[in-house]
């Protein structure tokens, strides 16, 4: 019986793509190309970092490999960018939109007496802001950065904060998330598992599924809403 939720925070609450936004008015016809490659090189930096060191030596603070990944996009894609144009972005990732559906899902499982958190690579101070921007910091806690163990998903150290944080077994802990790679790491872990996949992508052909796989974060509901 899943008991508690965990949800990732960036692709999966706050959708990381609205940064193209500012940066199509910051650099016209090239906004989405630098929203995508930059989260692209986010992740890989992530990747690098925790694999390159497993003890943690190499870790650097998810807001500086955002930073980091935003540069090498900017120089790869040709864009003159300013450190005040640099600024204005990075500012924006602070503040990322959090998509429509996330306040109504979180109120829902509230009012049936469902804890929600959060585990994510994020570190604390970026999911603070992220979170009461969104006006969602009555709704969700715990906010679980990987900063403590100084390893990014998919490493176990990261996801066994969940169970720890949370006092249950992974097992009666739905993980949900957005990104392929991070719904199976989670189940390899041990977690219940949703991904979301709004791109309609095809699963990563691993031996492993999700225990589900729904469109929506609305998809979450169906865990609490079925007869038992």
Known sequence: MVRAV??????????????????EQLFPQRGEALALLWRDKQIE???????????????????????AALQFAGQRLGLAMSAEAEDRLMNQYRHLSAFPEVREVLQALHARGI??????NGDPAMLGIAVRSAGLDNLIDPLLSVEPVRAFKTDARAYALGPQA???????ILFVSSNGWDAIGATWYGYTTLWVNRAGLPL?????????????????????????
Do not use: K, N, Q
């Open 115 to 120: 804890r929600t958190g959060i585990l994510s």
């Open 6 to 23: 965990l949800f990732d925070a960036y692709g999966t609450l706050f959708d990381v793509y609205s940064v193209g936004l500012l940066a």
């Open 166 to 172: 949370l006092g249950l077994p992974a097992r009666d």
């Open 204 to 228: 990563d052909p691993l031996g492993t599924e999700p225990s589900r796989i729904g469109h929506s974060l609305a998809d979450v509901l169906g865990f609490f809403d079925e007869p038992a």
């Open 45 to 67: 930096y992530t990747r690098l970092i925790t694999m390159s060191a497993p003890d943690g030596s190499r870790y650097r603070p998810f807001w500086d490999v955002t930073r």
